[in-house]
């Protein structure tokens, strides 16, 4: 449960109107590590549905522009469009995965607190723009123990 002002829990759910109100101006649940689950679990989804697939195109890709004949070394607008080329095909063989992570990223957030699209939470606080207030923001305790935890979840996905 959120705190009141006094540092205490509060004890009763907040009415309806305040719920309504709070929507408007944005303010939903959101979990940074069901987004982050989520986007995972589709990237090793994705990895194993499609890693082989995109490794096999992407070497015969490399195989390809890595062989040049004389003729083609000797042209200078060869460089240019196999460049292009290349990226392009590139672009194409890792599509479907990319579009897997976009849905993922969607998804995470969705799953929580719904859709959602409130313009007031667009707009810019200008109260939150002093240095110093973003200087003791980011050394703050609440920021070393977001740091641990993230640095705790780097090792356990590296391990």
């Known amino acids: 449960m959120a705190e009141n002002e006094n540092g205490q829990d509060k004890t009763e759910d907040p009415t309806e109107k ?11 649940a959101r979990s940074k590590e069901l987004t982050t689950l989520v986007v995972m679990l589709m990237g090793a989804g994705g990895l194993l549905m499609f890693g082989s697939d995109i490794a096999l195109m ?29 990226g392009l095909h590139a672009l194409v063989v890792i599509l479907p995965f990319l579009i897997a992570m976009l849905v993922a990223a969607l ?49 356990i996905i590296l391990a």
């Open 18 to 28: 305040k719920v309504k109100d709070s929507r408007a101006d944005g303010q939903i």
């Open 58 to 86: 992407m070497s015969e890709l490399m195989r390809d522009n890595f062989t040049i004949s004389r003729e083609m070394l000797m042209d200078q607008s060869y460089m240019g469009k196999a460049l292009l080329s290349s």
């Open 107 to 155: 998804v995470g957030p969705i799953m929580l607190g719904g859709w959602l699209f409130a313009t007031k939470s667009l707009m810019p606080k200008f109260s939150r723009m002093n240095p110093a207030a973003g200087l003791k923001r980011m050394f703050s305790p609440h920021a070393l123990v977001e740091l641990l935890k993230s640095f705790g979840k780097f090792l």
